[in-house]
């Protein structure tokens, strides 16, 4: 969901909507400006720091589902697309504000005392092959059509806000620490 859409830009807005050859580099910047947004509203930023990472996870999946919902009406606006483009960057990048950091933490907090290195690699793995995947995946669902990707894309960031949903509920304090015979404020 993170490598995807930018991927697809040029196609889509060059190749399929036939708009402005300048437009992908544009929205490549938009998306970079509002990840380093919560760098300028550090305020925000820590307010988002504060949260378990499985619910920041949560967090970014339902904004993603916007995000790329927007760019799936997007796909097919015709000249609103030129709103609609940058509106759908603009807010996929303020997903990844929130999974970046609680996505490489998740590992780390889950991780029993002494694999913290094996369950990072687990992670940095998975990263890597949804990283080779991603462009053929890409390309393949372009060919289906303007919307398709888009909506692939939005199905799946559905299915991640269920399964954090699951996972946070899960993973709460008070669970955990019954899960392992304790009470949350017991020392032993």
């Given amino acids: 969901l993170v490598t995807a ?8 807005v060059i190749r399929q909507l036939h708009l402005a050859t300048w437009l992908p580099g544009a929205l490549g ?3 970079t400006l509002a990840i380093a947004l919560p760098a300028v509203v550090a305020r925000w930023g820590r307010g988002l720091s504060a949260k ?4 920041l996870l949560r967090l970014a999946a339902a904004v993603w589902v916007l995000a790329l919902a927007t ?7 015709g000249p609103a697309a030129y ?17 970046a950091p609680a996505a490489d933490m998740l590992p780390l907090e889950l991780a029993p005392p002494g ?22 995946l890409t390309g393949e669902l372009l060919t289906r ?13 559905v299915g991640l806000w269920a399964a954090y949903s699951v996972a946070d509920r899960a993973l709460s304090p008070g669970r955990v620490s019954r899960a392992a015979g304790r009470t949350p404020n017991s020392t032993a």
């Fill in 5 to 12: 859409p930018l991927l697809a830009l040029p196609v889509l």
């Fill in 29 to 31: 910047a938009l998306n």
């Fill in 52 to 55: 378990p990472p499985v619910a």
């Fill in 71 to 77: 760019l799936a009406v997007a796909a097919v606006a």
């Fill in 83 to 99: 709103a609609l483009l940058p509106a759908g960057i603009f807010v996929l990048g303020l997903g990844e504000i929130a999974y």
């Fill in 115 to 136: 694999l913290a290195g094996r369950y990072t690699a687990v992670h940095q793995l998975a990263w890597g092959i949804s990283g080779a995947i991603a462009p053929v």
């Fill in 145 to 157: 059509g303007r919307a398709a990707l888009w909506l692939v894309l939005a199905v799946v960031a």
